[in-house]
């Protein structure tokens, strides 16, 4: 016979209603008595009736999750730290990666809808605007992490991205770095052009022509990060560091070098950004700047809540700063 919220006040030895303020999260329970309930319901397998709870207006306890690529260990790292907040606040989460489509994205903003989120967070590069404004209309919660569309009107977590372009093309320059190529994602995403943007201000700052450097627009992964560094490297006027928008691009940078039989950092400096696991684990160990990734996840999760919950008003743009990690493939050049 299933458990009922009957079953659960009975055995927990409190009301009908305390129970339902347990599993909705509202009013002023006892942490004892919250836990109290929460264990007698692991106990006897209840499990809520999120259709119904969505059919009578109630929450479903759940946020749908937009990333771009799965393949992208930033993005499975921030997908672990929203997931894990929301289990620590009592929220499942439905997780969609778009692969950078944009009829993808629509079809998945469609079926989170459909399985009444209550709240949908975004890292992708958000080519679907129009479908994002209708879940605004729709009073849907929608809260941006890695990215910010400010006329969208949405809580977002990101950092300071021309901050961290810029640290990247100082560390270099203070090296001795006068031809610094850059591969970066897509410039039509604004986190990329600020990168991009900051980049271009070092270089402006010491006097280099940032107008006679390599720069390339590239999907992201590790093969294009390679096909465009080996581009380069093969040039007569081949660059001496390469900044790279995110780590698997400067991975891909890496490889190029080591197939050229370039040694890094002596030959070619390489520094990237996001300061994913695996940075730390490619040979040689990859300077990056760091995101603060478990602090985003866990933020994105906690604004998007608030909403949900009805305890926040206003809408909140955060923006953190990032930290250069200085490993060892970067050093001063041997060529100017």
Not at 67 to 91: H, K, M, Q, T
Not at 132 to 145: D, G, H, M, S, T
Not at 202 to 220: H, M, N, P, W
Not at 264 to 270: A, H, Q, Y
Request: proline content about 4%; overall charge neutral; charged content about 25%.
């Amino acid at each position: 016979m299933k458990t009922t919220i009957y079953d659960i006040a009975k055995a927990a030895g409190v009301s009908i209603a305390t129970v339902s303020k347990v599993i909705n999260g509202t009013g002023r329970i006892s942490t004892e008595t919250r836990e109290r309930v929460n264990e007698i319901m692991q106990e006897l397998d209840y499990q809520p009736s999120v259709v119904a709870s969505a059919l009578t207006g109630k929450s479903t306890f759940t946020i749908g999750l937009l990333i771009p690529d799965l393949a992208n260990p930033l993005y499975a790292e921030i997908a672990r730290s929203v997931e894990d907040r929301g289990r620590e606040l009592g929220f499942n989460l439905v997780m969609c990666s778009t692969d950078n489509n944009p009829r993808r994205e629509g079809d998945y903003i469609t079926f989170l809808k459909q399985k009444r989120v209550d709240g949908i967070i975004i890292s992708t590069g958000v080519s679907n605007e129009i479908g994002l404004k209708n879940l605004a209309k729709q009073k849907i919660p929608v809260a941006l992490v890695t990215r910010d569309i400010p006329s969208l009107g949405a809580d977002s977590v990101k950092i300071d991205d021309f901050l961290g372009g810029y640290q990247a093309a100082s560390h270099l320059i203070g090296l001795g770095h006068r031809h610094i190529a850059v591969i970066t994602e897509d410039l039509n995403l604004n986190s990329s052009k600020e990168r991009v943007r900051g980049y271009r201000y070092a270089l402006e700052e010491a006097g280099i022509d940032g107008d006679k450097q390599f720069c390339v627009e590239s999907v992201s992964s590790v093969e294009e990060g390679k096909r465009h560094a080996l581009e380069m490297l093969r040039s007569e006027d081949s660059p001496t560091a390469i900044f790279a928008s995110n780590d698997l691009l400067a991975i891909g940078a890496v490889q190029a070098a080591k197939e050229l039989r370039l040694t890094i950092p002596w030959d070619l400096s390489v520094i990237g950004f996001d300061n994913t696991l695996l940075a730390g684990i490619v040979d040689p160990p990859l300077t990056t700047v760091a995101q603060p990734i478990a602090q985003m996840g866990r933020q994105v999760m906690d604004l998007i809540i608030q909403e949900v919950r009805g305890q926040k008003q206003t809408k909140q743009r955060i923006v953190l700063m990032p930290e250069l990690i200085v490993r060892q493939s970067t050093t001063f050049p041997r060529k100017v």
